[in-house]
């Protein structure tokens, strides 16, 4: 993609409409998500045909990657078996063990809510930031609203059709070639559907000195590809990068404007640092999608290990 556009093109790329009613209503908190109803689901069911699971989340451990904004993930064992003097106080020999999780709710692959961002001090359906905020969560736009989710899923392996094994960063990933692809692959984006892209960064997530890199600089949805996915009505999309959005941004003194216009503006909500290796190199494309968030009250998104199904 050209990035030298010149300052005007990039204010009209950039120009979002300070509206940002839902189309499913005035008291709407799951966006795009309700275009993913019974229906879509049990058409879902239908696409598996081999019963083989692949696991779209990284493992979380002690050191990993993450934004210094976000704080370090932290699990330490709380209670050991050989703690408590249970052994001996029982005569099944009992020996519990549990951990303690320090983590922000945007740990590893996770699934933001439409109050993870704002647009001039609203969230999406034109709630007001400081009428739902509190210490402990927002009383509107919070995780538990998005619910379990089943649909198909679509991945573009955007770093295969380019004939690469990672995108450079900077990279905003183009509209014509994900059309391309889809056509290529014979499949057509309907409403509800997620659609998710592989730049090749997935693979380095276990490596947090390689990975840390693309906090700063990496491949990923452009706003023009945004757009697109608003206008099909794509429910939820995600990349394998921090940001699943290009970074940095295409248009000067902006910061995480793919996420804005997504979450905000269309109701789309987001999956960050998604696995997808495995799907790239088996050229799997299309696939029952499954994720279920945990339902954090108020929360800004939640940890998820969603899987696709052939």
């Known amino acids: 993609m050209n990035r030298n556009r010149s300052e005007n093109q990039d204010k009209k790329l950039y120009n ?78 009992y020996g ?7 983590m922000s709710d945007h740990t590893g692959t996770h699934l933001d809510a439409l109050s993870h961002m704002a647009y001039d001090g609203k969230f999406f359906n034109n709630v007001p930031v400081r009428e739902v905020i509190t210490n402990t969560g927002y009383k509107k736009m919070g995780i538990e609203n998005a619910g379990p989710i089943v649909t198909r899923g679509i991945m573009i392996d955007a770093a295969g059709y380019a004939g690469t094994d990672l995108l450079d960063g900077g990279t905003p990933i183009e509209v014509s070639d994900v059309q391309k692809f889809l056509k290529d ?18 693979v380095l997530f276990s490596k947090p000195e390689e990975y840390d890199k693309f906090y700063d600089s990496a491949p990923g949805i452009g706003f023009r590809l945004a ?23 295409e248009a000067k003194n902006t910061r995480l404007p793919v996420h804005q216009y997504l979450i905000a503006k269309a109701g789309i909500h987001i ?14 494309y299309k696939f029952m999608f499954i994720c279920s ?16 199904i052939i």
Do not use: W
């Open 96 to 102: 519990p063990s549990l951990g303690r999780l320090e």
């Open 271 to 284: 999956i960050d640092n998604l696995s997808l290796h495995r799907l790239a190199k088996d050229r799997i």
């Open 16 to 93: 979002t409409d300070s509206d940002l009613s839902s189309r499913f209503g005035h008291d709407d908190q799951r966006g795009n998500l309700n275009y993913i109803d019974s229906r879509k689901v049990l058409e879902a069911l239908k696409i598996p045909q081999t019963g083989k699971v692949y696991r779209m989340s990284h493992e979380l451990f002690n050191g990993m990657a993450d934004r210094p904004t976000h704080g370090p993930y932290f699990f330490d064992i709380l209670l050991r078996p050989c703690d408590g003097g249970f052994t001996e106080k029982y005569d099944n020999r």
């Open 293 to 308: 968030p945990v339902p954090f009250m108020g929360a800004t998104a939640s940890p998820v290990s969603p899987v696709a």
């Open 185 to 202: 692959n014979n499949i057509s984006p309907e409403p509800g559907d997620a659609m998710f892209f592989h730049t090749g960064a997935s």
């Open 227 to 249: 757009r697109y996915m608003d206008e099909i009505g794509i429910s939820l999309t995600g990349s394998d990068t921090p940001s699943s959005e290009v970074v940095p941004p």
